[in-house]
C-alpha cells in the first residue's frame, strides 16, 4: 500500500522557519514528480512547489525566494524548508506524488503562523 506521511508542521512567529518532511512508503518514489500544496482557512488548495524526477523546480509566486523544496530518493522523502514566514502561510499543508495519471495525497499537516 502506497502512503505519504508528513511532519515537520507546527506554530511559528512570523518570520521564523519551519521544515516539512514528506515519507513515501511503498514501492515508488524516485520516478514520480513531488509537490507541497497548502490549503489555508478558507481558500481553495493551492501548489506551493513541486520538484520533478530531473530535480527541477517551480514555486509559487508567493513562496519565491522563502521556500525550497528538495528530495533525497534514497531516503523517499521529500522537503519544504520554509523560511521568513508569514501569517497568510498559515495552512494545512499536504505532500502530492504523481506521475502521468497515477498520484497520491499525504493525510497535511497543519502550519500556524503567528504576527
Known amino acids: 500500500q502506497v502512503q505519504l506521511v508528513e511532519s515537520g508542521g507546527g506554530l511559528v512567529q512570523a518570520g521564523g522557519s519551519l521544515r516539512l518532511t514528506c515519507v513515501a512508503a511503498?514501492?515508488?518514489?524516485?520516478?514520480?514528480?513531488l509537490a507541497w500544496y497548502r490549503q489555508g482557512p478558507g481558500k481553495q488548495r493551492e501548489l506551493v512547489a513541486r520538484i520533478a524526477t530531473t530535480h527541477t523546480t517551480i514555486y509559487a509566486d508567493s513562496v519565491k525566494g522563502r521556500f525550497t523544496i528538495s528530495r533525497d530518493n534514497a531516503k523517499k522523502a521529500g522537503y519544504l524548508q520554509m523560511n521568513f514566514l508569514k501569517p497568510e502561510d498559515t495552512g494545512v499543508y499536504y505532500c502530492h506524488a504523481n506521475r502521468g495519471g497515477d498520484f497520491y495525497w499525504g493525510q497535511g499537516t497543519q502550519v500556524t503562523v503567528s504576527p
Open positions: 511503498g514501492n515508488f518514489f524516485s520516478n514520480y514528480a
